[in-house]
């Protein structure tokens, strides 16, 4: 199973009804539907909902599952309080998000990218953080962040960072690898938005 859907899951209870949007072979439905968990597993292409409900149907796991053909959040149940939109980019979920007729009680992100620009961008739809995880997988870092309904102001350094991340080693370890990647860049543009980021990186390691 993949880790990242691994984790997803201990972030959603048994009251959440979640839609997973973009649900790829609806392996988080799967782990909620064991939890006796109701989900609807949503993709845009129809092929995709097709498969994974196949593949469901011969474990018997359908019970708490729906499948349903949408792009984004168009056609998802008013009856959906939390919604998991995972394995796309920041201006894909940001998107999706701006289109929502209603709030959501809870909205987990995994962004492969500029996640300090999803934070911002999410209090502005009245989303703030509630807790962040560094995830690694395949030799790669994820960074998995649930959002909340919300308004509160975040320094730069929560801005670029996060907050309240649940895993301070891997958070270490992503930081250390943010902070050379930074240095890299820095040597090569001189670029004075990169050096600020180089000081707030060397300023939250020294914390640890």
Avoid: W
Avoid at 156 to 170: C, D, P, R, S
């Amino acid at each position: 199973m993949n880790k990242r859907i691994e984790r997803i899951a201990l972030y959603i209870s048994e009251s959440d009804s979640v839609a997973d949007i973009g649900c790829d072979q609806a392996l988080l439905s799967e782990l909620l539907a064991k939890r006796k968990i109701y989900s609807v597993a949503s993709d845009i292409k129809g092929g995709i909902i097709k498969n994974a409900k196949e593949r469901l149907n011969k474990i018997n796991l359908n019970e708490y599952i729906s499948f349903i053909i949408s792009d984004g959040i168009e056609n998802i149940p008013d009856n959906i309080d939390t919604l998991v939109l995972s394995g796309m980019g920041t201006y894909t979920i940001l998107k999706i998000l701006k289109k929502a007729r209603k709030s959501y009680k809870k909205i987990i992100t995994i962004s492969n990218n500029n996640h300090d620009i999803l934070r911002k961008e999410m209090l502005k739809l009245n989303y703030k953080i509630d807790k962040e995880e560094i995830i690694f997988e395949k030799n790669k870092f994820y960074n998995l962040i649930v959002f909340i309904p919300g308004v509160v102001k975040y320094s730069k350094e929560e801005i670029l960072l996060g907050k309240n991340h649940q895993n301070i080693e891997l958070l270490k370890r992503k930081l250390e690898f943010d902070l050379d990647k930074n240095k890299k860049i820095y040597k090569l543009s001189n670029n004075k938005k990169v050096l600020n980021n180089i000081d707030i990186i060397e300023k939250k390691l020294k914390c640890y």
